[in-house]
């Protein structure tokens, strides 16, 4: 008699999603329905219809996904995770963009001690992680690094982050020499102790102050550390018509277009704001592949003119890279990234009369695929595929906003908020389920926020300011 072929043994997973609508964000943008993801260490190793996974793999730990969407983990190109969280709302709301920086922000920060800033990071990844974003770049304005990368590390999120780099002498009895190459040492150092391997949740960048804050020397130092070590740049750039109007009157050039005349823009460069833009430094961001990070939340607050000014919509239409980001917590924003994606369509459909602007299929690139791109990772993260990361969120669908499922994208978008988001993981493990963080204790976080937050307030001498009497 023939003797039957043995059936070849299910290949075996650490953790396996069944029956959930998966959001790819793949080459093909595929939603599918009642899909599978199989993961083994911190990789996806199969992901398809629930019936053609199971049939190849046994799994130690299986969820059910029938109530979840899943999509890629977000990406938040600009978020200050030290000194504004920790004091959100402490800034009063009608403050212009110098007064906020100079007057309340700067003191805020300087009266930061090393512990409060690594609660303040941790605080600031437990709001990120809960509403679905699992990798962000910092903005450079950390002054303890080291305490910062520990407390990332033990809650489990992925970041790129920097110390605070700046060096333009602005008293003419500086040492504009000293001052330099004490921010260049700074740079050198954060790289060379956080290097960016692709493995690394937690690395340095060249992230500068940016605005008119660094002189051309700091500027083509941190191209070439950038260029040495593998990693990125991030800078500050053209928030209001300050800056554009600081670098027409010292460089004869627009701000753009100066740091093209430098050599130093490219696809590892990333400039945040970059609202007051004209139509040529559009076009050099275009043809350098440089990217740029808009944050719609702090445009709105700050009466940036991002609507009426900002030219988004042409750098979509060039090609340019666009990522989106929450920004800092003292314009009270939140880092529900989903906020964002809500906002930059909206926006744009309004200040130009054109319902086509950003569709919400384009806001959900923003934060996935265009932030692995802006990073250098576009191989490991940004979209649920064999062989990526699995940094994966279960958006909760037992909720009003998400029924009836109908349009996963633009509910995605229009109706969902980060509030929804249930299960995160990141690298394979899970940092969030049923809306609570696994890896710390968040009732002491809360605790050590208060404290933190009274003692920086009490030593920064800013007067408490509120409309309505408190009583």
């Known amino acids: 008699m023939p003797t039957e072929t043995p059936a070849s043994p299910k290949r075996q997973v650490d953790t396996l999603i069944r029956q959930v609508c998966a959001v790819t964000v793949d080459a093909d943008r595929r939603i599918i329905k009642d899909a599978a993801i199989a993961i083994v260490g911190d990789r996806i190793v199969a992901i398809g219809k629930t019936a053609e996974v199971e049939a190849e793999v046994e799994a130690k730990t299986v969820i059910d996904g029938r109530r979840f969407v899943a999509t890629p983990g977000f990406i938040n190109g600009h978020i200050h995770i030290t000194g504004e969280p920790i004091t959100r709302g402490y800034v009063p709301d009608n403050t212009g963009w110098q007064e906020n920086v100079w007057s309340w922000l700067i003191p805020l920060y300087g009266a930061q001690t090393p ?12 709001e990120m992680l809960r509403t679905g974003t699992t990798c962000f770049i910092e903005a450079g304005t950390i002054n303890h690094l080291d305490p910062v990368v520990e407390a990332l590390n033990e809650i489990g999120i992925r970041g790129r982050v920097a110390q605070w780099a700046d060096d333009r002498a602005f008293d003419p009895t500086a040492d504009q020499a000293a001052m330099t190459d004490k921010a260049i040492k700074v740079l050198e150092a954060e790289l060379t102790r956080y290097p960016s391997d692709k493995d690394a949740r937690i690395a340095a960048w060249a992230c500068l102050v940016g605005h008119m804050t660094a002189t051309d020397e700091l500027w083509k130092a941190a191209s070439a550390l950038a260029g040495q070590h593998g990693a990125g740049i991030a800078a500050h750039m053209s928030p209001v018509e300050v800056d554009p109007a600081w670098y027409l009157e010292n460089t004869g050039k627009r701000p753009i277009e100066h740091l093209a005349s430098l050599g130093v823009l490219g696809p590892n460069v990333g400039l945040t704001h970059a609202i007051h833009l004209d139509l040529n430094e559009v076009a050099i961001l275009a043809q350098t592949g440089a990217n740029a990070i808009h944050c719609p939340m702090s445009a709105l607050k700050g009466a940036y003119g991002a609507g009426p000014n900002g030219k988004f919509p042409q750098m979509q239409a060039a090609g340019v890279n666009i990522l989106l980001g929450t920004d800092g917590n003292n314009n009270s924003n939140t880092s529900d990234l989903m906020r964002a994606m809500y906002l930059v369509c909206a926006l744009f459909k309004d200040a130009r009369r054109e319902t086509g602007v950003f569709p919400a299929h384009e806001a959900v690139e923003m934060v996935t695929r265009n932030g692995a791109k802006a990073l250098g990772l576009s191989d ?92």
């Open 115 to 126: 512990k409060d800033e690594a609660i303040s990071a941790q605080f600031a990844a437990l």
């Open 380 to 471: 490991q993260i940004g979209s649920l595929e064999v062989g990526k990361k699995a940094d994966i969120v279960l958006h909760d669908t037992d909720r009003p906003e998400w029924r009836p499922l109908s349009n996963v994208i633009n509910q995605l978008v229009w109706s969902a908020d980060g509030r929804g988001v249930h299960t995160v993981f990141v690298d394979g493990r899970m940092v969030v389920e049923n809306y609570r963080c696994t890896t710390i204790d968040e009732a002491k976080l809360y605790r050590d926020v208060d404290q933190a937050s009274d003692g920086v307030i009490a030593r920064s001498g800013l007067p408490f300011k509120c409309a309505w009497p408190v009583v």
